[in-house]
């Protein structure tokens, strides 16, 4: 199976052309389809629900990001369900959520036929937008789980639920992207040199990371614009390792 690519379109079609049995791990960061708590803030663009202040407009939108509760869980399944099929027995699980969609993204990877194991955290430190009198939204949560039984020897060793990472503006290349600290963290789930499927690739952190780790990847994008950011930086990582050699 040829890896360490990134295919451009849309997830479903391209996991339904993918093997059985053929990925260790899923490790993914689907859009939410939060920012609000009623269908008007839903709905806005993601630039407007996710961005605050003048770092507006330095990313472009994504789409995918406006469905309703029910809509989302439904397509949630389907694309876990193909996951569900192309990860070998055993593989680990891991998908990013917010506090809205904590319960939705649970429910759903039940549906699809993994084993739910837990919820990991990503502190992302004091640094998020104040709001008086209430707590900081400075979490977000990576629900966690396997196909089926998930064996305790694996050289992966014992990882920490939680981690706490600043978000610094040099290592953003997405509206909603995460730090490579962070994906390289959650990536460590996945066994040594194991092959990684993202089908949420974005700007590319998930791979990124594993480049950079020695594992093999996988990822599907459906923007052209954040194909080219997540291609430009496997690139880079790439001329890095060469020139250091």
């Known amino acids: 199976m040829k890896t360490n690519y990134i295919h451009l379109g849309d997830c479903l079609p391209f996991l339904e052309s993918l093997p059985d049995n053929a990925f260790d791990a899923l490790i993914t960061d689907p859009p939410y389809a939060s920012g609000g708590l009623h269908i008007g803030t839903r709905q806005q663009s993601t630039s407007a629900k996710y961005v605050q202040g003048k770092q507006q407009g330095n990313h472009q939108d994504f789409t995918g990001d406006h469905r309703d509760q029910r809509s ?3 397509w949630l399944i389907l694309w876990l369900t193909e996951c569900c099929r192309t990860l070998k027995p055993g593989a680990p699980v891991c998908l990013f959520t917010d506090w809205r969609q904590l319960p939705t993204t649970t429910d759903a990877l039940q549906a699809a036929g993994f084993t739910w ?6 502190d992302k ?27 305790l020897k694996r ?10 990472q ?13 730090p490579i600290e962070v994906m390289r963290h959650f990536n460590r789930i996945c066994q040594p040199g194991g092959t990684i499927l ?9 791979l990124v990371a594993a480049q950079m780790d020695g594992y093999r990847w996988v990822g599907c994008e459906l923007s052209a614009h954040y194909y080219r950011v997540a291609q430009a930086r496997i690139n880079e990582i790439n001329s890095s390792k060469m020139m250091s050699v």
Do not use: N
Not at 128 to 144: D, I, T
Not at 166 to 178: E, L, R, S, Y
Not at 198 to 206: L, M, Q
């Open 72 to 74: 989302h869980l439904r």
């Open 117 to 122: 194991r837990g919820i990991a955290v990503w």
């Open 125 to 151: 430190t004091e640094g998020v937008r104040p709001q008086m009198g209430r707590f900081r939204a400075q979490c977000e949560y990576v629900v966690w789980g396997s196909k089926g039984e998930m064996p």
């Open 155 to 164: 050289d992966v060793g014992v990882l920490p639920g939680a981690i706490r």
């Open 166 to 178: 600043v978000i610094k503006p040099a290592d953003k290349h997405h509206i909603t992207g995460k």
């Open 198 to 206: 993202d089908p949420f690739a974005g700007s590319g952190s998930t």
